[in-house]
Structures are given as C-alpha cells and as structure tokens.
C-alpha cells in the first residue's frame, strides 16, 4: 500500500508536473496567440493604412480623370460653339461680300453713266461752243465786210465830194 500510496504520489507529482507543463504550454499559446493576432492586427492595420492610401490616391486619380474630362468636354463644347460662330460669320461675310459687290456695280453703272452724261454734256457744250464761235467768226467776217464796204462808200462819197467840191 505504500507503494500504491509512493506510486499515487509519483502519479499525482508527475500530474502535477504535466498540468503545470500544460498551463504553462497553454500560457506560451495564449501569449503566442496574442502576439500572433497583435502582429496580424497591426499588420491589417498597416495593410488597411496602404490599401486607405490606395483607395485615396484611387480616388484622386479617378477625380483628376473626371475633371479632366470635364474639361475636355467644355473645351470640345467652345471648340464646336466657336466653329458654329465661324461659320455663321463665314455665311454673313459672303452675304455682305456678294451685297458689297453688288452695291459696287451699281454704283459703277451709276458713275459710269454720270460721266458718260458730263461728258455728253461737254461735248455738247463744246459743240454749242465751236458753233458759237463759228456763228461769231461768221458775224465778225460780215461786220468786217460791211465796214470795208461802208468804209469804200465813205472813201468814194468823200472823194466824190471832194472832186466835186473843186469843180
């Protein structure tokens, strides 16, 4: 019995070495657990920070890609506004091109005939003017005949009168 009693004891210290082994194996899980899920949480957290950065800088380049197509589209929009206002005022330079020249044949047709009627104007005057010179010629021929005419008349009736006024 005393062996039994030496056995049981041994059994029991041995228990007792093996339970404080497993508590302390169970403690060194525990503080290996911790540190493990410690390690993994500031690894997560760690994986959260870079993947928040990612999803940031994500988020900034899909914004600089939206505005920049914003802007591309409100640039396309005045580049079309801009090319319909070219047109409308290519369309109104034609117009005014074809009524500019238009308004310049009539008034070359106005001129034109505005000179062609001085000029029908001084040839008549001119016309007018060479007979009036003629007719005047004419008259000074005439006048200058009848003087001579007048002017021998005198000269014989003064020679009659003298030749007889000495008889």
């Known amino acids: 019995m005393r062996r039994e009693i030496e056995l049981g004891r041994?059994?029991?210290r041995k228990a007792l070495v093996e339970l404080e082994t497993v508590k302390r194996l169970r403690r060194a899980e525990r503080?290996?657990?911790?540190?493990?899920?410690?390690?993994?949480?500031?690894?997560?957290?760690?994986?959260k920070g870079e993947e928040v950065n990612r999803v940031r800088e994500l988020v900034r380049y899909e914004n600089a890609l939206r505005d920049e197509r914003a802007r591309r589209e409100a640039a396309e929009a005045e580049r079309n506004e801009l090319m319909e206002f070219l047109r409308a005022v290519r369309g109104k330079l034609v117009e005014a091109d074809a009524t500019v020249r238009g308004v310049g044949k009539l008034l070359a047709n106005d001129v034109g005939r505005a000179v062609e009627a001085i000029v029908e104007d001084r040839e008549r005057s001119t016309e007018r003017a060479a007979f009036a010179i003629d007719a005047a010629h004419g008259l000074i021929d005439r006048v200058s005949q009848v003087f001579e005419e007048g002017c021998s008349r005198r000269r014989e009736v003064l020679f009659e009168l003298l030749t007889n006024t000495d008889t």
């Open 10 to 12: 041994a059994s029991a």
């Open 31 to 47: 503080e290996e657990t911790r540190a493990t899920r410690a390690a993994l949480m500031e690894i997560n957290r760690d994986a």
